[in-house]
């Protein structure tokens, strides 16, 4: 039975937060499930990784050991480093990138359930590549899932001047066809 | 000049037998036509599903799954979850990234094709196949309230021609018994038939959508309260929502932002998807259908080589009598060996080369008949490098036979101890 305050709160907060709240869904968090957008121009490739960070470092919470300190920084520096894909001669350089790490504390929409202590946090990467013969390539690899073994799906998608597209990559595949 | 004196003799002994040859070799292209032809369908059948929509960046609709948004928007199946209200698609025309938005607005049907309201950014900026613009095979895309514009496949399953009159039903049954009665529609154009699901269609401006809903805001319609087309032309009729709108952006690199900040819209909550990337979604769905194919052509190609295998072998079965005349005037055993190569392989070249020509052929008279006809739509294309890699399969295989009778006639001829002493 909900007492008389805790009912007017809970109108008070849908009518206030409708607007806000329906256009702000978190986002999902699926382990073992990553994605990759690409977005090519020329010989010039944005784009943007995201995965929950324990796909990437085997934990989500704030690093408690040494070990877990240097996982986290050997993984922030590859993944600022190593072009998150490359055409087959590799010729793909790192023009720009960015680590971000997002944390999120509840309300995430989660494919298992959780003890209650555990939080969760997703790594955001972003970069900007330039790869000569981009035009060209029929097909791109990726190093993520070799790198990465808790990447067991990762789902490509991608824009540019041929067309959209997208793909899944099953774990221990790492070249994708771009379909022109 | 063996060479020489090998082609001369086979072409000759061809020529002899030029009547069965050629009947061979009518199979040979068969078999290598209907090769080509699975091969080239398989193909065929996902190009013309992924070109269904093309050049359009976005789509956006209320929040839903992008499957669900592609399927009620693109492919006129299912329905929409939520409207989208109008002020969100003007707020959509103010942002400088985007370059062109189509409004749509879905709902009704006409005799069990849908109903699609837009405007005249339809007509211009739709794209489907290789970024191909709609074209109208009669009259003109609508310009009044009560104009109507119909899909090919809907002209031609209806029978309808231009200035026929089109009273459309509300909701989207086959057999609705809610019509628009009071405001008849005229149809002004018609599309040419493009193989994708915008011939199965009617489309209307969104004015006139709103107008055949006034008065039936029930959901039937009230006597005295629904419009005339005359008093509709007196009446604002800007709609207050609308089910979709596909966007085309100025620079492709932008989507995934743009996507990325539609999804985010604080004053609605709206989806935002690729097509294209949701188009390789719902085909990864139908791969099953793809490895069916995939299967009939491995038999195909299986059975073809078999038959070919059959008919050259029992060709070469009846030449007993022209090789032993042959080696008795002198032939040696390796010329007879090049003989049968030589025709084998001949055989196999102008098969393929025939059942390249009739299958262009083929595709390019068929082609549009079938557009027009049912809907499907098949182009003609350079092969791929699969293709090619089959159709060479053929005179490999032609030559691999020729082996077969080739060397049990060079050592029956040795065997029989015609010829010279030096040749054996």
């Known amino acids: ?180 | 000049m063996k060479f020489r004196l090998a082609l001369s003799l086979a072409t000759a002994s061809l020529w002899y037998r030029r009547k069965v040859l050629a009947l061979v070799c009518l199979t040979l292209t068969l078999s290598v036509t209907l090769l080509l032809g699975v091969q080239y369908l398989r193909t065929e059948v996902k190009q013309s599903f992924t070109s269904t929509i093309s050049d359009t960046d976005l789509i956006i609709g209320a929040r839903s799954g992008q499957l669900n948004l592609l399927l009620y928007t693109v492919f006129h199946m299912g329905d929409a979850t939520n409207n989208i209200r109008w002020s969100t698609f003007q707020a959509l025309e103010k942002d400088a990234r985007i370059d062109w938005l189509i409004p749509i607005s879905l709902g009704d049907s006409y005799k069990g094709f849908r109903v699609v309201a837009t405007d005249k950014a339809f007509k211009e900026y739709f794209r489907y196949g290789q970024g191909q613009p709609l074209k109208l095979a009669g009259g003109q895309w609508f310009d009044g309230i009560f104009d109507v514009v119909l899909g090919a496949g809907v002209a031609r399953t209806l029978n309808h021609h231009l200035n026929d009159d089109v009273i459309l039903s509300h909701g989207g049954g086959r057999t609705s018994f809610s019509n628009h009665k009071d405001t008849p529609f005229k149809v002004t154009g018609i599309l040419e038939a493009t193989g994708t699901p915008v011939d199965q269609a009617v489309y209307i401006s969104l004015q006139g959508m709103e107008a055949i809903h006034v008065g039936w805001e029930s959901g039937v319609a009230i006597p005295g309260r629904t419009l005339t087309p005359e008093r509709a032309q007196a009446r604002d009729l800007t709609p207050s929502a609308i089910t979709a709108v596909f966007a085309g952006l100025d620079r492709k690199i932008l989507t995934f932002r743009v996507q990325r900040d539609i999804n985010q819209y604080a004053e609605e909550p709206l989806s935002a998807i690729l097509p294209g990337v949701a188009l390789s979604e719902l085909w990864r769905l139908m791969s099953q259908f793809e490895r069916a194919l995939l299967g009939i052509t491995g038999f195909v190609v299986v059975t073809s080589l078999i038959g070919l295998i059959a008919v050259l072998l029992t060709l070469q079965a009846q030449r007993a009598h022209e090789i032993a005349i042959l080696r008795a005037t002198g032939a040696s055993p390796g010329l007879i060996a090049s003989l049968y190569v030589i025709e084998c392989l001949g055989l196999a070249v102008v098969a393929c080369l025939t059942a390249l020509v009739l299958s262009s052929l083929a595709i390019s008279i068929l082609g549009p008949w079938l557009l027009t006809n049912y809907g499907i739509q098949i182009q003609l294309r350079p092969l791929n490098l699969d293709e090619w890699v089959l159709l060479a399969s053929v005179p490999l295989a032609a030559l691999l036979v020729a082996f077969v009778p080739a060397l049990s006639a060079w050592q029956k001829s040795r065997s029989q101890g015609f010829g010279s002493p030096e040749e054996l």
């Not at chain 1, 121009?41 to 240097?70: C, I, K, M, W, Y």
């Not at chain 1, 790198?147 to 991608?158: A, P």
Request: aromatic letters at 4%; hydrophobic letters at 35%; proline letters at 4%.
């Open chain 1, 1 to 180: 039975m909900l007492s008389r305050k805790r009912v007017v709160i809970t109108i008070a907060s849908a009518l206030i937060g409708s607007p806000l709240m329906a256009a702000d869904n978190p986002a999902s968090h699926l382990h073992g499930q990553a994605n990759l957008q690409l977005a090519f121009n020329d010989n010039r490739v944005d784009l943007l990784f995201e995965s929950p960070a324990g796909n990437l470092l085997g934990f989500e919470h704030e690093p408690r050991t040494t070990e877990q300190q240097q996982t986290l920084d050997s993984v922030t520096s590859w993944l600022k480093a190593t072009p998150l894909i490359n055409t087959s001669e590799s010729t793909c350089t790192v023009e720009a990138a960015n680590v971000q790490h997002l944390g999120h504390d509840d309300g995430q929409a989660h494919a298992h359930t959780h003890g209650e202590e555990e939080h969760h946090a997703d790594i955001e990467v972003t970069q900007v590549l330039v790869c000569s013969g981009l035009k060209q390539a029929v097909s791109l690899v990726t190093p993520i899932s070799t790198r990465f073994s808790g990447v067991e799906h990762l789902t490509i998608e991608w824009v540019g001047p041929d067309g959209q597209g997208a793909t899944r990559l099953e774990p221990g595949n790492q070249a994708f066809k771009l379909g022109r």
